[in-house]
Structure formats: structure tokens, C-alpha cells
T-cell receptor, first 108, second 115 residues
Framework: GQNIDQPTEMTATEGAIVQINCTYQTSGFNGLFWYQQHAGEAPTFLSYNVLDGLEEKGRFSSFLSRSKGYSYLLLKELQMKDSASYLCAKDSNYQLIWGAGTKLIIKP | DAGVTQSPTHLIKTRGQQVTLRCSPISGHKSVSWYQQVLGQGPQFIFQYYEKEERGRGNFPDRFSARQFPNYSSELNVNALLLGDSALYLC??????????????FGPGTRLTVL
């Protein structure tokens, strides 16, 4: 199958750190995307990992382990505007295979 | 520079009708992908076109078809609409087709409601 699994919903506090996990089947893997999607809007690009390890980009970092079929998105210094759905997607042979998204709720 | 544009923004149709959705990619992008997103779910891949050729097709019935024009714009057609076709239809463009880094830039989507 092509299941991409991520938690349905997470809650965190403003100013804190949250880690959103994503697991995927390793076959046909070219890379792993993370996108942010606010309600009613189109997804916007956050990160793309091809090699193992952590890539940091400001308050957001993304980690990949290809052998384990595992990635996570780390959000630091959470702000209220970070309330959104976060989708991971596997880049696989001319298509992106998407998880259902993790709805992140930020509380003051 | 203009981003990905889609038209129309919203559309209401009845069961059995046909619909055509349009997408213009970012200038210089040669690949267009179409996705269906039902509320609360991630996007589902429908088609990818690159250089006017179909490069990939998702698990959708033959009622769904698409094409890409010489200027790289694209149309998605859905025939014999069903209630279950109600969704947000997203178009995404990228410089290349899949296999390597192909960051996709999304348009605002077309919200299709089938009554």
C-alpha cells in the first residue's frame, strides 16, 4: 500500500515546541515534503528532505530517516498563526502521496 | 510574478452534469498536477502532466480526464458528476515532473459542489 500516517490532531501552547510525526512505506521513495494548510486555503511548501538527518529553516525543522520510513516536523516558539493542518507527502514516481494531515491547535 | 491560478473559484453543479476546471501554472513551470481534497483529508492525486503528456494517473474513474496545452495550462474534466465528487480541486505546478526534487506550488483551488 501507499499509506502515509500522521496523527489526526495535536494541541500545543503558544511559545512551546511541537513535533509532528509522519511514517510512510519506503518503496518508491524519492523525497518527503511537508506542507502547511490553513483552513479553506491551498497547501504551502515548508520543507523537502531527500537525505537522512535534520534540516533547519528558521522556527521550522524537518527530519528524515529513509531506512525507517519516518519523518518529523519540528515547530519551535509556536505562534497563534501556526494553527493549521500540516501535511506530509511522499514524492514517489511522478506523484505526491499525501497523509491526511495533522491539525495543530495552538492555545494561548 | 503570478502564482498558479485556477478558475472558477466556486462551482455548483447537479448530478450527471459535466464540469471543466482550468489551471494556469507559474511561468516557466512545465508540469501540472491535479488533486482532489475532501474536507478533513489530504489531497488525492488525480493526474500529472509534463510537456503536454500524461505522466501519472491516480486511482480515479475514467469520468475524470485532463489535458495540457502548448502554453502548459491545463484543464480537468469530470463527466457524469456524482455527489461524491464534491471537493476542493487543487492544481499544482512544478518545474519538472517527478522522480527528483519537484516542489509543487498550489493554486487557490476550485470548490466544486454537486447537488
Amino acid at each position: 500500500g501507499q499509506n502515509i500516517d500522521q496523527p489526526t490532531e495535536m494541541t500545543a501552547t503558544e511559545g512551546a515546541i511541537v513535533q509532528i510525526n509522519c511514517t510512510y512505506q519506503t518503496s518508491g521513495f524519492n523525497g518527503l515534503f511537508w506542507y502547511q494548510q490553513h483552513a479553506g486555503e491551498a497547501p504551502t511548501f515548508l520543507s523537502y528532505n531527500v537525505l537522512d538527518g535534520l534540516e533547519e529553516k528558521g522556527r521550522f525543522s524537518s527530519f528524515l530517516s529513509r531506512s525507517k520510513g519516518y519523518s518529523y516536523l519540528l515547530l519551535k516558539e509556536l505562534q497563534m498563526k501556526d494553527s493549521a493542518s500540516y501535511l506530509c507527502a511522499k514524492d514517489s514516481n511522478y506523484q505526491l502521496i499525501w497523509g491526511a494531515g495533522t491539525k495543530l491547535i495552538i492555545k494561548p | 510574478d503570478a502564482g498558479v491560478t485556477q478558475s472558477p473559484t466556486h462551482l455548483i453543479k447537479t448530478r450527471g452534469q459535466q464540469v471543466t476546471l482550468r489551471c494556469s501554472p507559474i511561468s516557466g513551470h512545465k508540469s501540472v498536477s491535479w488533486y482532489q481534497q475532501v474536507l478533513g483529508q489530504g489531497p488525492q492525486f488525480i493526474f500529472q502532466y509534463y510537456e503536454k503528456e500524461e505522466r501519472g494517473r491516480g486511482n480515479f474513474p475514467d469520468r475524470f480526464s485532463a489535458r495540457q496545452f502548448p502554453n502548459y495550462s491545463s484543464e480537468l474534466n469530470v463527466n457524469a458528476l456524482l455527489l461524491g465528487d464534491s471537493a476542493l480541486y487543487l492544481c499544482a505546478s512544478s518545474r519538472t515532473s517527478g522522480g527528483y526534487y519537484n516542489e509543487q506550488f498550489f493554486g487557490p483551488g476550485t470548490r466544486l459542489t454537486v447537488l
